[in-house]
C-alpha cells in the first residue's frame, strides 16, 4: 500500500521568511496530493491540492510542486505569518473513484517567529 | 464550502461500555466517508473507508468488531466502539468525499475511556 514520508517534522522560521515541507509517496499510481493545516484541537484543513497532471498550483502565499518522477511533492509557503503556525500534514491517494482513501504523512510543526 | 459535523464533540465512558459517534455532510451528499484515529501529537491514520450503502473496508490492523461502522445514508455514517478500554482514548476525526478527489473533515471527537 501507500506510503507517505514527510520532513522536516518541526521548523522555526522567522515572520517573513519562507518555509518548505517536503513529502514523498511510494505508490506511483497516487494521484492526489492535498496538504492540509490542523490547528491544536482543531479539525485539518485543506489549504491546496494537486492532482498529478499538473507540475505546480499556487494560491496566494501558498505553493505546491509535483514531481512525479521522483515521487516528491513539496509545500512552500512564503512571507510567513504568525497565523501560519499550525501542523501541517501532505497526503497521497488514488482520487476520482469510488475509494478516494488518503495516506498521510507524519506531520510537520510551523513555529512562525514574530 | 462543504461542510461535516461530528457528534459528539467529547465523551467520557467507562470501560466496557459502547459509544457511538455520528458523522455527517451538511450540505452535500458523500457517497464515501472515512474514519481516521488520531493520538496526540500523531498523524491521521485511517481506520476505514465507509461507503453508504455497503459494508465498510477497514485498514490493516483495525479491528471490524470493535469498530463497527454504519453508511445507512448519503449523509450520515456512524463509528460504535465496542466495549471501550482505556486503550481506545484517542481523537476520531471522520471525513466525507466531494465531488471527485477532495475530502472533507469533521471536528473530530475526542474519545476518553476511564
Known amino acids: 500500500g501507500e506510503n507517505v514520508e514527510q520532513h522536516p517534522s518541526t521548523l522555526s522560521v522567522q515572520e517573513g521568511d519562507s518555509a518548505v515541507i517536503k513529502c514523498t509517496y511510494s505508490?506511483?499510481?497516487?494521484?492526489?496530493f492535498p496538504w492540509y493545516k490542523q490547528e491544536l484541537g482543531k479539525r485539518p484543513q485543506l489549504i491546496i491540492d494537486i492532482r498529478s497532471n499538473v507540475g505546480e498550483k499556487k494560491d496566494q502565499r501558498i505553493a505546491v510542486t509535483l514531481n512525479k518522477t521522483a515521487k516528491h511533492f513539496s509545500l512552500h509557503i512564503t512571507e510567513t505569518q504568525p497565523e501560519d503556525s499550525a501542523v501541517y500534514f501532505c497526503a497521497a491517494g488514488l482520487g476520482g473513484g469510488a475509494t478516494n482513501k488518503l495516506i498521510f504523512g507524519t506531520g510537520t510543526l510551523l513555529a512562525v517567529q514574530p | 464550502g462543504a461542510v461535516v459535523s461530528q457528534h459528539p464533540s467529547r465523551v467520557i465512558c467507562k470501560s466496557g461500555t459502547s459509544v457511538k459517534i455520528e458523522c455527517r455532510s451538511l450540505?452535500?451528499?458523500?457517497?464515501?466517508m472515512f474514519w481516521y484515529r488520531q493520538f496526540p501529537k500523531q498523524s491521521l491514520m485511517l481506520m476505514a473507508t465507509s461507503n453508504e450503502g455497503s459494508k465498510a473496508t477497514y485498514e490493516q490492523g483495525v479491528e471490524k468488531d470493535k469498530f463497527l461502522i454504519n453508511h445507512a445514508s448519503l449523509t450520515l455514517s456512524t463509528l460504535t466502539v465496542t466495549s471501550a478500554h482505556p486503550e481506545d482514548s484517542s481523537f476520531y476525526i471522520c471525513?466525507?468525499?466531494?465531488?471527485?478527489?477532495?475530502?472533507?473533515f469533521g471536528p473530530g471527537t475526542r474519545l476518553t475511556v476511564t
Open positions: 505508490d506511483s499510481a497516487s494521484n492526489y
Open positions: 471525513s466525507a468525499g466531494g465531488r471527485a478527489y477532495e475530502q472533507y
Open positions: 450540505d452535500f451528499q458523500a457517497t464515501t
